[in-house]
């Protein structure tokens, strides 16, 4: 029988690669999941309690997960999106629209469509460091009405930029509208020297992806409910609805493990290492963006863009979690005293780039939309595929997702213009990984 993934994998790792993606154990390198073993693997027997009715051993653990004293932990086995299905699914049935950004994760989207919902599309601020969506422009409250049922904020951005959500939130919750942050990147937020989670500021429901910051298996995560959180049950309820029967121990074991190193996490190594990278990239004549959380730093060259620069860092074996146009992301590691990742060896590979002064792939600008419109949930009708280079006029009968981030730049509904037609055929010609587009075809409304 063949095992092609199981291959691929036992290859990868015979290659040493050296992780600057999620998740954030960087190969098991980082924390300490080699407490886990995997005869713990187990299902819900005498003693092992049941995540969607806990009350013994699961219920303590999730107790012990605690930032702040306003708020409940959950665990989430099928990541972050099972949270924020949950929330936006509970509000399904309340009067009005939702509100949500336009940098919003796909999940966010599929959510919508799951509760045939409609929403305010948020005006956006750019970014004048990464060029990417940074947070919601300020007048964006002039919109806001008191009959919105649920606002859903990213925060920080996938790149690591922060922005002014305070006022937002606080701004809302006088119009009694409930918030929804997905701090997926966030899990690390309040250690010394980072951010502030938005645990702090009094949003309603805030959801963090643990893997992808902190040293736990994919897919587990943590959603937080205040105490005082509107229809706070039916989201508990509805967490059951999108998760697994057999929720994984594993995934369980590894919040708990994550959270005891969060609860402990010294910094000083971290911003000393951290520091140390940063005068090695800028010695290779890299530009080296230094963003509000520190895990994050965007690396460009004046010769290369972002998709050219992977490919040089991927021939040394080092794996980043994303390229643009303009750059590459790292997601560092949170380097602490007696972790096995590999630091020393990645100054050494850094060393070896071989950069020239010419770059032969030429750059396309991605569509930035910063005013604000609406989302409009419509049913499934008859669709049909065609070429890109025919698309021009045509309604998108599907999102155009690139992943990662996973964040939606053409949504499902909209009519397609000359400009989405000129990049749908750039990302398609340099075979970029783009959900929604197959062999240079995208599917369309047939009416």
């Known amino acids: 029988m063949a095992l092609p993934l199981t291959n691929k994998l036992k290859s990868l790792m015979e290659e040493n690669p050296i992780s600057m993606h999620v998740p954030g154990h960087k190969n098991n390198t980082i924390g300490s999941l080699d407490k886990l073993d995997i005869n713990m693997d187990m299902t819900e027997i005498t003693g092992l309690d049941d995540l969607h009715h806990p009350e013994e051993v699961l219920h303590e653990s999730m107790a012990n997960i605690s930032k702040h004293k306003d708020y409940d932990a959950f665990y989430l086995v099928n990541g972050t999106t099972a949270g924020i299905l949950s929330v936006i699914q509970a509000f399904a049935h309340a009067s009005g629209d939702y509100i949500i950004p336009r940098n919003a994760h796909k999940s966010v989207f599929h959510g919508l469509e799951i509760a045939r919902g409609n929403a305010l599309l948020l005006g956006m601020d750019i970014s004048q460091d990464t060029f990417q969506y940074l947070g919601p422009t300020a007048n964006n409250v002039d919109y806001f009405k008191n009959d919105h049922k649920l606002a859903v904020y990213t925060y920080p951005n996938y790149y690591g930029e922060c922005f002014d959500i305070k006022s937002q939130i606080e701004y809302l919750h006088k119009l009694q509208i409930p918030v929804l942050v997905d701090e997926a990147h966030g899990a690390h937020f309040d250690l010394e020297g980072f951010p502030q989670s938005t645990?702090?500021?009094?949003?309603?429901?805030?959801?963090?992806?643990?893997?992808?910051?902190?040293?736990?298996?994919?897919?587990?995560?943590?959603?937080?409910?205040?105490?005082?959180?509107?229809?706070?049950?039916?989201?508990?309820?509805?967490?059951?609805?999108?998760?697994?029967?057999?929720?994984?121990?594993?995934?369980?074991?590894?919040?708990?493990?994550?959270?005891?190193?969060?609860?402990?996490?010294?910094?000083?190594?971290?911003?000393?290492?951290?520091?140390?990278?940063?005068?090695?990239?800028?010695?290779?004549?890299?530009?080296?963006?230094?963003?509000?959380?520190?895990?994050?730093?965007?690396?460009?060259?004046?010769?290369?863009?972002?998709?050219?620069?992977?490919?040089?860092?991927?021939?040394?074996?080092?794996?980043?979690?994303?390229?643009?146009?303009?750059?590459?992301?790292?997601?560092?590691?949170?380097?602490?005293?007696?972790?096995?990742?590999?630091?020393?060896k990645l100054l050494k590979k850094i060393k070896r780039l071989k950069l020239s002064k010419q770059s032969s792939i030429s750059q396309e600008e991605q569509m930035k939309t910063t005013t604000i419109g609406h989302y409009k949930y419509s049913a499934n009708s008859r669709t049909r595929t065609v070429n890109v280079k025919e698309a021009e006029g045509e309604i998108l009968a599907t999102h155009i997702v690139p992943y990662p981030p996973g964040i939606p730049i053409m949504l499902k509904g909209e009519k397609i213009t000359a400009n989405m037609v000129k990049l749908l055929q750039y990302w398609s010609n340099q075979k970029l990984r783009v959900e929604g587009i197959k062999n240079n075809y995208i599917e369309i409304k047939d009416e």
């Open 199 to 344: 645990l702090n500021l009094e949003a309603d429901f805030v959801v963090q992806s643990y893997h992808k910051t902190l040293p736990s298996l994919t897919m587990s995560s943590v959603l937080f409910i205040h105490k005082d959180a509107p229809l706070r049950q039916q989201v508990i309820n509805y967490l059951s609805y999108f998760q697994s029967s057999s929720p994984s121990y594993l995934l369980m074991s590894s919040l708990e493990l994550a959270h005891d190193f969060y609860r402990n996490y010294k910094s000083d190594i971290f911003f000393e290492k951290r520091q140390t990278l940063i005068n090695e990239l800028k010695q290779q004549g890299l530009t080296v963006i230094e963003v509000d959380d520190p895990l994050k730093l965007c690396v460009s060259h004046h010769a290369y863009n972002g998709y050219e620069l992977q490919e040089l860092f991927e021939t040394q074996n080092i794996f980043i979690e994303l390229a643009d146009e303009n750059q590459i992301l790292f997601v560092l590691p949170l380097w602490h005293q007696h972790d096995t990742y590999p630091f020393n």
